[in-house]
């Protein structure tokens, strides 16, 4: 990524380039992505049957695969999703929010079936997706990939970077199946590591419940005047995080009492009462199933760094 001068972007500027739900543009953190392909050994010696397997073959199937790390990578990370004769995709967007220009990446490292990136985190944590599906698409869905994503800030060594980043990659490939996603892990906020599959985390995590929260909440001042969705604190979001990441009948009621002092009272509109009642019905549901709350609370840490102000410190 290069400035309107044709100068390197530094990482600071990457960092404070991310953007999220406030005015602001969401905290300041380098996203770094660690990928490999899934199990590319076996695909080279069982993915012919015997009498198509010749090394003129398999050298055709290695140079599709750098193809795509070493040329379509390049085309993703301007914004383009649509390959030859596809027109349908669009850019992942983790708060729906269309961005049209380029992502604010710099690649590291892409070769033959890895690859390595640091950006803006929101852009990196995007892209990820984006690259999954492309690659997906390209391979007709007979490879897959495995990732890790941590949150960095813009000063911290490049290589723990890279070395925290791996391990993130190694917990995705530990899975069951690999094919999957890790993400946060060790930053300077000493998060949680979280790991789902590729398909859980787009449509699980993103598509329903970080969706759900950005539909029936608002998290800033300036929309204090929408009639339908319920205000929702900073402080109130850390709390429920809090609530999230525990369990046992103790937290059941606390978590319960939170979601009673979401009531908007007799007096809100009827919209925000039916927004009420759908929050607190779909919030106590999630809670009492594990992998729904899980995958909650991982939707409420993106919510909370799309909405942390870029010189906040970490709480």
């Known amino acids: 990524m290069r400035d309107e001068h044709g100068h390197v972007l530094e990482f600071e500027t990457l960092s404070a380039l991310s953007s999220g739900l406030s005015p602001s543009g969401g905290i300041s953190r380098l996203g770094v992505l660690r990928a490999d392909v899934d199990n590319l050994g076996a695909a080279f010696l069982a993915g012919f049957p015997d009498r198509y397997t010749t090394l003129t073959r398999m050298a055709a199937l290695s140079r599709q695969l750098s193809l795509f790390f070493k040329h379509d990578i390049n085309a993703l990370c301007r914004g383009e999703v649509n390959g030859i004769g596809e027109q349908d995709h669009v850019k992942f967007s983790l708060f729906h929010t269309p961005k049209k220009e380029a992502r604010k990446v710099h690649i590291i490292y892409s070769g033959g079936d890895d690859i390595f990136l640091v950006g ?16 997906q698409r390209f391979t007709g869905g007979k490879l897959h990939f495995s990732a890790g994503v941590g949150l960095f800030k813009s000063r911290h060594p490049v290589a723990d970077m890279a070395r925290q980043a791996g391990r993130l990659e190694d917990a995705a490939k530990a899975m069951p199946g690999k094919d999957s996603l890790s993400l946060f ?32 909440f608002c998290f800033a001042a300036e929309h204090d005047n929408d009639t339908s969705r319920l205000s929702f604190s900073k402080a109130g979001l850390y709390r429920l995080l809090t609530l999230l990441s525990t369990e046992g009948s103790i937290q059941l009621a606390r978590f319960a009492y939170l979601l009673a002092r979401m009531d908007p009272g007799s007096r809100a509109s009827e919209n925000r009462r039916k927004t009420y009642e759908e929050v607190r019905r779909t919030l106590y549901t999630w809670y009492r199933q594990v992998k729904d709350r899980r995958e909650l609370l991982t939707a409420t840490e993106l919510i909370l760094y799309g909405l942390r102000e870029k010189g906040e410190t970490s709480r």
């Open 120 to 135: 803006s985190w929101d852009d990196i944590l995007e892209l990820a997706v984006d690259l999954y599906r492309a690659f």
């Open 185 to 216: 892990g060790i930053s300077d906020d000493a998060m949680r590591v979280e790991t789902y599959p590729w398909q859980d985390f787009i449509e699980r995590v993103c598509g329903e419940k970080l969706h759900f929260l950005q539909t029936h």
